[in-house]
């Protein structure tokens, strides 16, 4: 007989979940609203990811944001479809941004240079995807100034969100605000 | 009820401002690049079949090329280019007129004598449809 393994989640693995719970709320509610072209949107479910990054850590970011692919794909039934693998090759391109740019001095470069680069990051990830795999053709390029503009609003915009939540949120508060909306979500 | 944009703007700090300010010029940058129209550069000039000029569009110039019935005059301006006089019967590549898009083409069939433009991008014409 197998000796029986207990794991038991200690209490990085809560946050982690409950962070991860938030951002695939965040990710299942815009996939509601309509957009002209896929990969155009908000991208709410980074606020999250920068916040975690921010007080937590690059390893426990990795963790939300893959959780965050992962489960919103399967809830909302794309799976292994191509969106699927856009949006992995986005957040591992946008990950890898991020893990270089948490090094820039934070006195300078606050939540907001963070997260243009993580939204620059994602849009290059799902391109150079897109470009070698789904329209394998150097027309694509020209899609580039509508990505670069969403990033840069966006970005801007998650940005902000994030830093007032920094300032202003303490981790309870994020905490009970994760769980209401997974909760909903 | 005005949105109060003051402490929005207190949590950027020095370098956000700098970030913002790289996304907009690179965004700004991709759009003129990418979309601007091809323009052409150059005026290729054939003569029975082969190549005999390729002149730069961006100067004002004058060539002749000598065919099967005489002199053909071609001109050319900064961005346009025309077939000025060409010895043919029916005159219909004198009077296309200037050409100024990517791949537009002017034939003098009797005299064997073709200009056309040409820019960075090949663009396909209906004749090599």
């Known amino acids: ?185 | 009820m005005k949105p109060a944009i003051r402490p929005w703007l207190q949590l950027m700090h020095p370098g956000d401002w700098l970030c913002v300010l790289a996304a907009l010029s690179i965004t700004l940058y991709a759009a003129m690049s990418l979309w601007s129209p091809d323009r052409p550069t150059r005026a290729i000039v054939r003569a029975g079949g082969r190549t005999v000029a390729t002149l730069p569009l961006d100067r004002a110039a004058r060539y002749e090329v000598r065919g099967p019935l005489g002199l053909t005059l071609i001109e050319i301006e900064p961005g346009r280019a025309r077939v000025k006089s060409d010895p043919g019967p029916r005159q219909y590549c004198v009077k296309q007129g200037w050409l100024s898009r990517n791949g537009a083409a002017a034939i003098c069939a009797p005299n064997e004598v073709s200009l056309q433009l040409a820019g960075r991008s090949e663009t396909y014409d209906s004749m090599a449809y």
């Open chain 1, 1 to 185: 007989m197998t000796p029986t393994r207990i794991l038991h989640a200690d209490e990085s693995d809560y946050r982690v979940a409950r962070y991860a719970a938030a951002a695939i709320a965040l990710s299942v509610a815009e996939a509601a609203i309509p957009t002209p072209l896929p990969g155009v949107k908000p991208g709410l479910a980074n606020i999250i990811v920068l916040l975690v990054l921010m007080r937590h850590g690059w390893i426990e970011a990795v963790w939300v944001a893959l959780l965050r692919v992962f489960a919103a794909s399967l809830l909302l039934g794309q799976l292994f479809a191509p969106g699927f693998f856009l949006s992995l090759a986005g957040s591992l391109c946008s990950l890898a941004v991020l893990g270089l740019a948490r090094h820039l001095p934070r006195r300078w470069f606050g939540a907001v240079s963070l997260s243009l680069l993580a939204a620059f990051g994602h849009i290059g990830g799902q391109m150079i995807l897109a470009r070698l795999w789904l329209v394998p053709h150097d027309g694509i390029w020209a899609l580039w100034p509508v990505f670069s503009a969403t990033a840069t609003l966006f970005g801007t915009a998650n940005g902000l969100i994030t830093a007032r939540l920094l300032r202003e949120g303490t981790d309870e508060e994020v905490r009970v605000a994760g769980s209401g909306d997974a909760a909903v979500g």
